[in-house]
């Protein structure tokens, strides 16, 4: 089979296509014919070999979530399996690749009513942005803004929370972006590299109930500035390549909670079983911006590392 693999460290370059031994499942496991991998901004960063939750170790086959078709399975494994459309995790690395084997428990059948590429540009970021708004508790009404809303957690995020009843700011980098988030249901639509897109925010809405950051750094310090007495603000993403420097003291003192999370894996599968019935029944839209051939990877790496991509990245076994 053709693959991706990272043997060190580095810019995009350094995933390199190679052909590959199939993998064959074993006891309590199933094979699966990948069409479309996610990529996340994460696996550029273990791509680099930057220190983070997440770090990898070279040589490997990168990506950690697929979508296909179950063609295989272990000795042990219900045969019935076997032409099932699945999403699955492949357990941090693996999904750069025509094939995957995954443990039986992980995949997930995809609803008859969902095109498959659309399920995988749920697999991670619709789970992250459904668990995303339980977690902070969206109300309606709420004035929310969503930091980097024209990438695939933000984007999701901005229609989930529209469709909650909040009053949605969307925040994104650059006009081609930020043109984008009125059509997902933004009531307005910022560009955060401009310095005056606070003002603009406290203009329209007298500050904010909620953030959402995907960004940290500066801007998250300047959407927090923007939130009330009683706001809440929870991250899902660092952009800008830092996390929100907010600290505890700091929320403590402006009445904010800093939301985190313990999400137990069984409520993320949960939480993902959810987007895809969303999609399914035409309530939750993913936005699939850039797709390559599985060749390509490389060039899906520095895509995503210039900022030159909106919403989902996806690669494609062509």
Known sequence: MRAIWLHEFGGPEVLVPETTPDPTPGPGQVLIDVAHANITFVETQQRSGRPGPFRVTPPLIPGNGVGGMITAVGPDVDPTLTGRRVVSATGGSGAYAERVVVDASAPIEVPAELAL??????????????????????????????????????????????????????????????????????????????????????????????????????????????????????????????????????????????????????????????????????????????????????????????RATVGKTLLDRL
């Open 117 to 306: 590429d659309e399920a995988v540009a749920l697999l991670a970021d619709g789970r992250t942005a459904t668990m995303l708004v339980k977690a902070v508790g969206v109300r309606p009404g709420d004035r929310v803004l969503v930091e980097a809303a024209a990438g695939g957690v933000g984007s999701l995020l901005v229609q989930l929370a529209s469709r909650s009843g909040a009053r949605v700011i969307g925040a994104a980098g650059g006009h081609r972006k930020v043109e984008l988030l009125p059509g997902l249901g933004a009531e307005l639509a910022v560009d955060y590299r401009l310095p005056d897109w606070p003002d603009r925010v406290r203009a329209a809405t007298g500050g904010v109930d909620v953030v959402f950051d995907g960004v940290g750094g500066a801007t998250a310090q300047a959407a927090f500035d923007l939130l009330v007495p009683g706001g809440r603000m929870i991250s899902f993403g660092l952009a800008s390549g830092e996390w929100s420097p907010v600290s505890a003291e700091a929320a403590t003192a402006r009445q904010v909670t800093v939301v985190r999370p313990d999400v137990p894996p069984a409520r993320l599968r949960a939480y993902t079983r959810q987007a895809l019935a969303d999609a399914a029944a035409g309530n939750l839209r993913p936005l699939i911006g850039q797709r390559f051939p599985l060749e390509r990877a490389a060039d899906a790496h520095a895509a995503i590392e210039a």
